[in-house]
């Protein structure tokens, strides 16, 4: 990383999505299937990471997904991801969803995430990451959670 950037605040890495529902994104209680967010979910927290790190990136793992309230066919889900916490090679993204009513504008908290990234460097292997630099309270409150996260994940992996 010597000629790279080694220090980022968590606004650069900062994604918005927004993709409207359709009748083939749903069941037939016309809710989105939950596969379909997480998919979505997946491309906005890859997104965010490469942003980070400009470089290849890979799930390294999947924290905490809940699922808050449904989205119907016909409503756009809005996604923002950001890097939150980065390690030497991994970032942790969180992604937040939100179902938009189209005619009315009404926004629907839907869905909140966690996910861990790794960057890749031209031959596969992990390479370094830019630090990201948390700069208001609240985004050094989220840096501090997946600190801990990280922590809990590390000693969870003794165990396997």
Do not use: Q
């Not at 990383?1 to 650069?12: L, Q, R, S």
């Not at 016309?30 to 979505?40: A, D, H, P, Q, Y």
């Not at 938009?100 to 292997?125: C, M, Q, W």
Request: glycine share 6%.
């Amino acid at each position: 990383m010597t000629d790279e950037i080694k220090f980022k605040a968590v606004k650069e890495s900062k994604i918005e999505m927004i993709e409207i529902m359709l009748p083939n994104d749903a069941n037939t209680l016309g809710n989105v299937f939950g596969g379909r967010i997480m998919s979505l979910i997946d491309i906005a927290r890859g997104v965010a990471a490469m942003r980070h790190c400009r470089k290849s990136v890979v799930t390294a793992s999947v924290g905490d997904l809940h699922f808050i309230s449904p989205i119907k066919i016909g409503y756009m889900v809005i996604l923002e991801a950001v890097v939150i916490y980065t390690g030497r090679t991994s970032m942790e993204v969180e992604v937040t969803v939100w179902s938009e009513n189209p005619i009315t504008g009404e926004r629907k908290f839907t869905s909140h995430a966690h996910l861990t990234y790794v960057a890749l460097g031209s031959d596969g292997s992990h390479v370094e990451v830019p630090k990201v630099v948390p700069e208001t309270e609240d985004e050094k409150k989220r840096y501090e959670d997946a600190k801990k996260r990280k922590e809990e994940r590390i000693a969870r992996k003794s165990f396997v």
